[in-house]
Nanobody, 128 residues
């Protein structure tokens, strides 16, 4: 059973940076794609970023392109999301997810948010 635990969220001023981490246990990550999602109060969950199993293909939502960077360290079973130039619209609960054995970001698990495994989330709050 895959378990995902996010960390790194917090309160930051607009223009600041945070790095989120998602550590996996119960399953090796080096054969599966991993994704980040977020949900703000009163809004639907949205896909933020995805990285394929090899780390070669990286996908970003238009709203975070150029500001967020996704990466992974398979030796540590950890997924990262470096978030720079944060603004108040980035305030949300951030979740990592995976849907073994999916290896690519093109599947519905990411495009429609139907992944089988989710973390509990980490809160990111950006103040003006």
């Amino acid at each position: 059973q895959l378990q995902l635990v996010e960390s790194g969220g917090g309160l930051v001023q607009a223009g600041g940076s945070l790095r989120l981490s998602c550590t996996a246990s119960g399953l090796r990550l080096d054969h599966v794609a991993m994704g980040w999602f977020r949900q703000a109060p009163g809004k639907e969950r949205e896909a933020v970023s995805c990285i394929d199993w090899e780390g070669h293909d990286k996908v970003y939502a238009d709203s975070v392109k150029g500001r967020f960077t996704v990466s992974r360290d398979n030796s540590k079973s950890t997924l990262y999301l470096q978030m720079n130039s944060l603004n108040t619209e980035d305030t949300a609960m951030y979740y990592c997810a995976s849907d073994p054995p999916e290896r690519l970001c093109t599947g519905s698990w990411y495009q429609k948010g139907s992944a089988a495994f989710w973390g509990q989330g980490t809160q990111v709050t950006v103040s003006p």
